[in-house]
């Protein structure tokens, strides 16, 4: 069974800081890239961050580039991370993890799993 956890979510102060994990199992987590895609109240789902180990390639949307980053540990096995700094209200959104076979993708149809979301909060 293919499941990805993602956690980390809760309230912080605007400028303040959070750090999402998503633990991947079920799947060969080196033949995946890993993306969290977002969704506030009111609005369409968004991908906000990927990384790709097949080629190292990442990819930033432009809102949080310079605050976001994603990146995978050598000392945690098939997880990924998105630290979050500098959060503004307009962060505030559902945080999902999701998994696309070999390369990144912006197309949300073309994702293969997903994991069932945290909620972040930036308060003003």
């Known amino acids: 069974e293919v499941q990805l956890q993602a956690s980390g979510g809760g309230l912080v102060q605007a400028g303040g800081s959070l750090r999402l994990p998503c633990a991947v199992s079920g799947i060969p987590f080196d033949d995946y890239a890993m993306s969290w895609i977002r969704q506030a109240p009111g609005k369409e789902r968004e991908v906000v961050s990927c990384?790709?180990?097949?080629?190292?390639?990442?990819?930033y949307e432009n809102s949080v580039k310079g605050r976001f980053t994603i990146s995978s540990d050598s000392d945690t096995e098939n997880a990924f991370f998105l630290q979050m700094n500098s959060l503004k209200p307009e962060d505030s959104a559902v945080y999902f993890c999701a998994a696309h076979a070999v390369f990144w993708s912006l197309l949300l149809p073309e994702y293969d799993y997903w994991g069932q979301g945290t909620q972040v909060t930036v308060s003003s």
């Open positions: 990384m790709s180990k097949s080629d190292g390639s990442l990819y």
